[in-house]
């Protein structure tokens, strides 16, 4: 059986050059099946907006939707370490309004830590929740809460200017007492130069082979979401081809009488003359 990470094995891991691996889940079945793996780290991701509730991006997602979904996560995986992510708007007004949610989160759901996006501009917050007691995961690079002032869901630090704003973003998040940053959709050399540039892990998703663990949702690595699949996804598993087919042999037999049989049933006699 795998032992929960703590907080100090991500500064070990990095340390002894020790890769990881992270996906998400929003739900206590996902979640069990995750403590049942391998995986280190689970996200309870501001991405159930798209994934759990069919909304067209993250945006809308609020406090009461991330803390019904990461209490049942915690309840099914109690060896695995889970992030909490902040929604759009829990955090962007104030300092008081982050840190007041930041504990709310924790208090609530019992999760681990708790992921904000956001480089320098957030740095003041991030070590505000810090030292009210709360570990802080932080998320450069593509940060898809503010997609639209980057101009869509597009590949981050493609110019040295913009690289070096990621470094710089990296190193604030880190002095203000972050323990990991997830880094998204950035060319490999950028995540190898990020990487580099810090002492705490950075956690890749469309970010290459150089960062320190690899990040990806759950459903898209197993072909669960449908056909929608960044370049990044590598598929694993076709978990939706297997549930329909699954779902289509049931249709058939409950129309054809073939289920149930004995073996479904409850056999025992019961003499139908003496219920009247
Ligand atoms: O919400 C999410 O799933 C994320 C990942 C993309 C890292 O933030």
Not at 118 to 146: E, F
């Amino acid at each position: 059986m795998k032992k929960k990470m703590s907080i100090l094995d991500f500064k070990r891991y990095k340390e002894e050059g020790r890769k990881f691996a992270y996906v998400t889940a929003y739900d206590y079945t996902t979640a069990s099946i995750v403590n049942d793996s391998d995986v280190e780290v689970i996200l309870v991701g501001d991405s159930l907006g798209m994934i759990m509730l069919g909304y067209k991006d993250t945006v809308a997602v609020t406090m009461e939707d991330m803390i019904h979904h990461i209490r049942p996560v915690v309840k099914g995986a109690p060896d695995t370490f889970v992030v909490g992510d902040m929604p759009f708007g829990s955090y962007n007004k104030s300092i008081e309004q982050g840190v007041k949610n930041a504990t709310r989160m924790i208090k609530k759901t019992g999760c681990d830590c708790v992921k904000l996006e956001g480089g320098v501009k957030y740095a003041p917050l991030v070590r505000a929740i810090v030292d009210a007691g709360i570990s802080v995961m932080g998320h450069i690079g593509l940060t898809p809460q503010n997609a639209t002032q980057l101009g869509g869901f597009r590949v981050q630090g493609g110019t040295p200017e913009s690289a070096r704003q990621l470094i710089e973003d990296a190193k604030e998040l880190e002095q203000a007492g972050a323990f990991s940053i997830v880094l998204e959709c950035v060319p490999k050399v950028v995540g190898k130069a990020v990487s580099e540039a810090v002492k705490i892990p950075i956690l890749g998703i469309g970010a290459g082979p150089f960062v320190d663990c690899q990040v990806l949702v759950t459903q898209d690595l197993l072909g669960m979401y449908g056909d929608f699949k960044p370049k990044f996804v590598k598929l694993y598993a076709n978990v939706r081809k297997v549930m329909v087919d699954g779902l289509n042999q049931f249709h058939k037999e409950a129309l054809s009488g073939e289920f149930p049989s004995d073996e479904y049933s409850f056999n025992k006699e019961v003499d139908l003359d003496k219920l009247y």
